[in-house]
């Protein structure tokens, strides 16, 4: 089976702290993800890697950066966290196959709180 | 741009009853996936169905089965046999000529016993 997780359940950090959520995949997939979700919104795609250093914005990049160093690990980086970006974060990675679907396997998610 | 409507923010269906999420989408595309992705309160997110949309057969799961109608670019999820189990956010999602989704804002499904 696909496992995705990601570092931590809980987060609780201060305004102005540099954040880093990490997320981990052991299948060997191209592409990984990072979304937001919040009540009423649904996901929102923050940033998205289909290959090692290899990255594209998403529909909410604005105050997150993201890091692919190795396949396997995709991190999201918050340069200065702010009230606004308390949410959960949700990681998933997949496969890519031209001629089919990509089943998106999802991590357990990180609810961050920041004060 | 696609987009994904949930019309429903909250649905319920007593134990053993059927129920029915709408999803609607809107795409010039004419070859694209639709999905629906269950998210039970643990958050772990999972895929409960797909749908290829050349496919004009309905997909089924077990209990899950869909309604695709391309024309009206409608598919709803249809859950047979409710268990407490089933009790999750059910989110409704389109993929298109990319590797990203894109998800509706999803329907908190409640079984009651």
């Known amino acids: 089976d696909v496992k995705v997780t990601q570092s931590s359940r809980y987060l609780v950090k201060r305004t102005g702290e540099k954040v880093f959520l990490e997320c981990v995949q052991d299948m060997d997939h191209e592409n990984m993800f990072w979304y937001r979700q919040d009540p009423g919104l649904g996901l929102r795609l923050i940033y998205f890697?289909?290959?090692?250093?290899?990255?594209e914005k998403g529909d909410i990049p604005e105050g997150y950066s993201v890091s692919r160093e190795k396949k396997e690990r995709f991190s999201l980086i918050l340069e200065s966290a702010s009230t606004n970006q308390t949410s959960m974060y949700l990681c998933a990675s997949s496969e890519i196959d031209s001629n089919s679907y990509n089943e998106q396997f999802f991590g357990p998610g990180t609810r961050l709180t920041v004060l | 741009a696609q987009t994904v409507t949930q019309s429903q923010p909250e649905m319920s269906v007593q134990e053993a009853e059927t129920v029915t999420l709408s999803c609607t989408y809107d795409?010039?595309?004419?070859?694209?996936?639709l999905f629906w992705y269950k998210q039970p309160p643990s958050r772990q997110m999972i895929l409960v169905i797909r749908?290829?949309?050349?496919?004009?057969q309905n997909a089924t799961e077990n209990r899950f089965s869909v309604n695709f109608q391309k024309a009206a670019k409608s598919f709803s999820l249809k859950i047979s046999d409710s268990q407490l189990g089933d009790a999750a956010m059910y989110f409704c999602?389109?993929?298109?000529?990319?590797?990203?989704?894109?998800f509706g804002k999803g329907t908190k499904l409640t079984v009651n016993p």
């Open positions: 890697s289909y290959d090692v250093k290899m990255k």
């Open positions: 999602a389109f993929q298109g000529g990319s590797e990203k989704l894109v």
């Open positions: 749908q290829e949309a050349y496919k004009q």
């Open positions: 795409t010039s595309e004419s070859d694209y996936y």
